[in-house]
């Protein structure tokens, strides 16, 4: 009986096992930090080798740059390791925010998570919130949250995080090659043009689609079944 006990008393803490538990491989490392990137505006390649990994952490690790600067990402775990390591990118000083910049967001509104989730988690509206991204920055990005909810996350997603495409279950409305009807919205005005998607689409996700009439790729946001719209801040 005792074995019982003690076995049971396990449980909960199995259950909630941070996905870090085991140490971060080099691929979650770029993944947390390409994500904090994003969310940030900020574009570059993150320098780590394959042969790096970071210790254990039974937290998600915050990311934040040094000192303000990108170029030096420090991933810090606030659990019970307590432990800061350094990453390097290829984030330019001049691309860096400024302290005021950083005080006023600018782009459009993406999902991010309110809180932290592991993968097989379904996606519920207390979950989610809009924050808003620089252009440029767009590619696989949720913007619709009647897209995500009741979604099932294919990852782990650490608190603050945007949403990409690729972290759910794959829901296409619009395929790779189709047409796709295309609706400019721009100065109060509907435009409607015919388009070829160049990638596929989930509701609510910004993809690539081809004008025909103009033969240019714009980014679009996916909202029916081989329907897309443009808005003026995404081009």
Same mark, same amino acid.
Not at 1 to 30: F, H, Q, R, V, W
């Given at each position: 009986?005792?074995?019982?006990?003690?076995?049971?008393?396990?449980?909960?803490?199995?259950?909630? =096992?941070?996905?870090?538990?085991? *140490? @971060?491989?080099?691929?979650? /490392? !770029?993944?947390?930090? #390409?994500?904090?990137? +994003?969310?940030?505006?900020?574009?570059?390649?993150?320098?780590?080798?394959?042969?790096?990994?970071?210790?254990?952490?039974?937290?998600?690790?915050?990311?934040?740059?040094?000192?303000?600067?990108?170029?030096?990402?420090?991933?810090?775990?606030?659990?019970?390791?307590?432990?800061?390591?350094?990453?390097?990118?290829?984030?330019?000083?001049?691309?860096?925010?400024?302290?005021? =910049?950083?005080?006023?967001?600018? *782009? @459009?509104?993406?999902?991010? /998570? !309110?809180?932290?989730? #592991?993968?097989?988690? +379904?996606?519920?509206?207390?979950?989610?919130?809009?924050?808003?991204?620089?252009?440029?920055?767009?590619?696989?990005?949720?913007?619709?949250?009647?897209?995500?909810?009741?979604?099932?996350?294919?990852?782990?997603?650490?608190?603050?995080?945007?949403?990409?495409?690729?972290?759910?279950?794959?829901?296409?409305?619009?395929?790779?090659?189709?047409?796709?009807?295309?609706?400019?919205?721009?100065?109060?005005?509907?435009?409607?043009?015919?388009?070829?998607? !160049?990638?596929?689409?989930?509701?609510?996700?910004?993809?690539?689609?081809?004008?025909?009439?103009?033969?240019?790729?714009?980014?679009?946001?996916?909202?029916?079944?081989?329907?897309?719209?443009?808005?003026?801040?995404?081009?």
């Amino acid at each position: 009986m005792k074995l019982k006990a003690l076995l049971l008393a396990l449980l909960p803490a199995t259950a909630m =096992a941070s996905p870090y538990a085991d *140490g @971060i491989s080099p691929n979650e /490392l !770029t993944d947390l930090v #390409s994500q904090a990137m +994003v969310a940030a505006g900020q574009r570059g390649e993150i320098h780590v080798s394959q042969m790096r990994g970071f210790p254990a952490c039974d937290t998600t690790p915050d990311i934040s740059p040094r000192s303000g600067d990108w170029r030096t990402v420090e991933l810090r775990c606030t659990g019970t390791q307590n432990w800061s390591r350094a990453v390097r990118t290829s984030v330019s000083a001049a691309t860096a925010p400024n302290r005021s =910049a950083r005080t006023q967001p600018v *782009g @459009i509104p993406v999902l991010t /998570l !309110t809180e932290s989730l #592991s993968a097989g988690a +379904v996606i519920e509206a207390e979950h989610l919130t809009l924050k808003p991204v620089r252009d440029g920055t767009l590619d696989g990005l949720m913007t619709d949250p009647q897209s995500v909810i009741g979604r099932v996350l294919t990852v782990n997603l650490g608190q603050g995080r945007p949403v990409l495409a690729r972290h759910l279950e794959h829901n296409w409305l619009v395929t790779e090659g189709t047409p796709v009807a295309i609706i400019y919205d721009t100065a109060g005005m509907l435009i409607l043009a015919s388009g070829i998607a !160049t990638e596929n689409g989930q509701r609510g996700q910004i993809i690539a689609v081809r004008n025909v009439d103009s033969d240019r790729l714009v980014k679009a946001i996916v909202t029916e079944r081989n329907k897309v719209r443009v808005t003026a801040k995404m081009n």
